[in-house]
């Protein structure tokens, strides 16, 4: 019966035009921006380790589960899980975990952007030579200026909002398949050449100790849920952007090979992204904890002393920009599959309504580097807090969602059918999705609050 069932916006055109865009989504700011400043601030090795442990265990399993009741359901993330209520007998409140997906990919985005927006302001500063020759104090300097001024912040998040929209206008195989294309493959190559670079500088061995040394004592309850969080970010899961992914795949291609590619490839990025930047850092003296600005207070300094700098430089951020476009994209791809699906939206109209949303939002995160710097939330600034709220709370209840429904309530012969796996491999992740996983996301949670 699903092979009738088609998603209103086509499907991908092979098996590879959906594993590169998979890998787009996953591959992104996560994996080069945010995998090294958050290990640096809580510890290194230990916390990689814990990190790793999650993908495999939790991270997998609820990606296949994800992607199989996306191809299944066939549409937008609410409209999926209406399908599948209806077609599992489950409870129909089920449908808001398509609402939590959803508002989750528009809050996300919001700041997703505005990181875009520093990369993309990094390609211009490559490419007009600011960092040639500057030490790291210099550079940090130029760091400092460009976030505090919420006029170039606001400039290129707008411009990158701008870039995400015309993209996602397009559809699926005009916007998306051609560029990443040959986006992926440079990515990798580039990243390649800078470990090369990293080889090169008398801190790599110390780089790659703090990467991969265990020192758990440097482990916390906190950075226990944010490896878990970013494992789900970094795979882009837990929101429903896989599932609408997975709408568009074809009946054959087989969803568990496809998310071992995925996810090995991710997890690639992360750790090359760690190694180039920890040698940089140590053979500088800079410290590892220095947050958000790691990567932009780090890099520079390399591309304004090595030979052939100043074009790896702006090569580095170009990529760095795609990248995040290829993910952005995936971000918003929920909301404007809903509007388009549920509410009768051209996909033109969708991508500027949910866009426009997007960029408003943004603006939190905006001012919480310069004007807003002093507002406070329990601690935290906004941006702070809504990479917390998203990251560490709605994508991993979303993912224990996802678990929950694709391991109890949707029938197995459903998800045998989906997966069409051997016997045993197919009871190993029904064991996963059923207990390993809910339970791993469960004690997190009760780890955090201090219950254990
Ligand atoms: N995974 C992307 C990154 O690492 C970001 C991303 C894309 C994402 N789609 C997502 C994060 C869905 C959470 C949910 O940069």
């Known amino acids: 019966m699903t092979d009738t069932r088609k998603s209103p916006q086509g499907e991908w055109s092979s098996h590879f035009a959906f594993i590169l865009a998979a890998t787009g989504?996953?591959?992104?700011?996560?994996?080069?921006w945010k995998f090294p400043y958050i290990t640096g601030e809580n510890g290194g090795g230990a916390f990689v380790l814990v990190y790793l442990l999650c993908v495999v265990l939790i991270g997998a399993p609820i990606m296949i589960a994800e992607t199989?009741?996306?191809?299944?359901?066939?549409?937008?993330?609410?409209?999926?899980?209406?399908?599948?209520?209806?077609?599992?007998?489950?409870?129909?409140?089920?449908?808001?975990?398509?609402?939590?997906?959803?508002s989750a990919g528009i809050l996300i985005l919001s700041y997703y952007s505005v990181i875009a927006g520093w990369a993309s302001g990094y390609v211009l500063k490559a490419f007009t030579g600011s960092f040639f020759g500057a030490d790291a104090p210099a550079i940090k300097q130029q760091f400092a200026d460009f976030i505090g001024s919420p006029i170039q912040l606001a400039f290129w998040h707008t411009a990158f909002m701008l870039a995400t929209m015309w993209i996602v206008k397009q559809g699926i195989h005009n916007g998306l398949e051609k560029a990443l294309r040959w986006l992926m493959p440079s990515l990798f190559v580039l990243l390649i050449l800078l470990v090369g670079y990293a080889m090169t500088t008398p801190g790599y061995f110390q780089g790659l100790h703090f990467l991969f040394n265990l020192d758990f004592s440097k482990l916390t309850g906190g950075s226990v849920l944010t490896a878990m969080g970013q494992a789900f970010f970094s795979l882009g899961l837990g929101m429903g952007a896989v599932m609408v992914y997975g709408a568009y795949l074809p009946k054959k291609v087989s969803i568990t090979e496809t998310v071992v590619i995925v996810s090995l490839a991710d997890t690639v990025v992360a750790l090359l992204a760690g190694i180039i930047i920890f040698?940089?850092?140590?053979?500088n003296g800079l410290p590892?904890?220095?947050?958000?600005?790691l990567i932009f207070e780090t890099l520079p300094i390399a591309f304004g002393s090595m030979t052939g700098g100043w074009l790896f430089g702006i090569m580095?951020?170009?990529?760095?920009?795609?990248?995040?476009?290829s993910s952005s994209v995936a971000l918003i791809e929920p909301a404007v599959a809903w509007l388009v699906e549920a509410r009768g939206f051209s996909r033109e109209k969708a991508a500027l309504w949910a866009g426009l949303l997007t960029w408003l939002l943004g603006f939190a995160s905006i001012?919480?580097?310069?004007?807003?710097?002093?507002?406070k939330l329990f601690g935290?600034?906004?941006?702070?807090?809504?990479?917390?709220?998203?990251?560490?709370?709605?994508?991993?209840?979303?993912?224990?969602?996802?678990?929950?429904?694709?391991?109890w309530m949707m029938t197995a012969d459903h998800s045998e059918a989906e997966l069409d796996l051997p016997k045993p491999q197919y009871q190993i992740w029904q064991l996963l999705i059923k207990y390993l996983a809910p339970a791993g996301v469960f004690f997190v949670f009760l780890h955090v609050v201090g219950v254990l």
């Open 380 to 407: 935290h600034n906004l941006f702070e807090l809504l990479d917390y709220v998203t990251a560490n709370l709605m994508l991993p209840i979303g993912g224990f969602a996802i678990a929950i429904f694709a391991g």
């Open 68 to 102: 199989l009741m996306g191809r299944r359901g066939r549409h937008n993330p609410i409209t999926t899980m209406e399908t599948l209520t209806a077609e599992a007998h489950a409870d129909p409140h089920w449908h808001y975990l398509g609402w939590m997906g959803i």
């Open 279 to 283: 040698p940089i850092v140590f053979s």
């Open 288 to 293: 590892v904890n220095s947050g958000p600005g």
């Open 25 to 32: 989504s996953a591959v992104g700011l996560g994996n080069i």
């Open 316 to 325: 580095f951020f170009v990529m760095l920009v795609l990248a995040a476009l």
């Open 367 to 375: 001012f919480s580097f310069n004007s807003w710097a002093g507002f």
